[in-house]
């Protein structure tokens, strides 16, 4: 899983509560990225971003916030707001120029359960 | 926009075979075009990429993949299969008028080799 951190690996969280899931890496790479991972339906785009303090919306980003305060962190918080938020959550990283341009890096993901 | 499906959920071939896991693509302009493993419970590890230049990319893992301008596609292949290839595979795919970084995942095949 490379230079990637998830934590925490298995997340329980009761309905009506925020959680924040927790991505950092170690691999220099400007672009950050959010999925979430159903049975069935591959990735899904949740948020990324490709620069500190800079991020855009994916694909289902409703009931979900994040924050790039530094290019080695992007937390994602999964709120209230999120009508079905159990799934498998996966972070990833990649440079945006050079030879590795856009060949992404994945964390180990982080299994969310709501009780 | 841009858009990769995966024809089949399921694959099995019987070890010691040859494999194909298809994937065709969809953009506007020209691909860039990956290959992503993922092992039961773990992130995505990536496979090889075609960005340009000869049509046959080898990869990781002694698996191979042929890009195919006029039919839109990108199968991923290996000429003899190992029981530890079982795992489910993601084809993805981002245009090169996109924003670097934002690349379109399919929705997965699940690769089963029996001994």
């Known amino acids: 899983d490379g230079g990637i951190t998830q934590s925490p690996k298995y997340l329980f969280r009761k309905e009506g509560q925020n959680v924040t899931l927790s991505c950092e890496q170690n691999l220099n790479h400007d672009a950050m990225y959010w999925y979430r991972q159903d049975p069935g339906q591959g990735l899904r785009l949740i948020y990324y971003s490709q620069i500190v303090n800079d991020f855009q919306k994916g694909d289902i980003a409703e009931g979900y916030s994040v924050s790039r305060e530094k290019k080695e962190s992007f937390p994602l918080t999964v709120t209230s707001a999120q009508k079905n938020p159990t799934a498998f959550y996966l972070c990833?990283?990649?440079?945006?120029?050079?030879?590795?341009?856009?060949?992404?890096?994945f964390g180990p993901g982080t299994r969310l359960t709501v009780l | 926009a841009q858009s990769v499906a995966q024809p089949e959920d399921q694959v099995n071939v019987a070890e010691g075979n040859p494999l194909t896991v298809k994937c065709t693509y969809s953009?506007?302009?020209?691909?860039?075009l990956f290959w992503y493993v993922q092992y039961p419970n773990r992130g995505l590890q990536f496979l090889l990429k075609?960005?340009?230049?000869?049509?046959l990319v080898k990869g990781s893992y002694g698996f191979e993949a042929e890009f195919n301008k006029s039919q839109t596609s990108f199968h991923l292949k290996k000429p003899s299969a190992l029981v530890s290839d079982s795992a489910l595979y993601f084809c993805a795919v981002r245009d090169m008028g996109t924003n670097a970084g934002k690349s379109t995942f399919g929705d997965g095949t699940t690769l089963t080799v029996k001994p």
């Open positions: 075609y960005i340009t230049g000869d049509n």
């Open positions: 990833a990283s990649s440079e945006l120029s050079g030879a590795s341009t856009d060949t992404q890096y």
């Open positions: 953009v506007s302009g020209n691909p860039y």
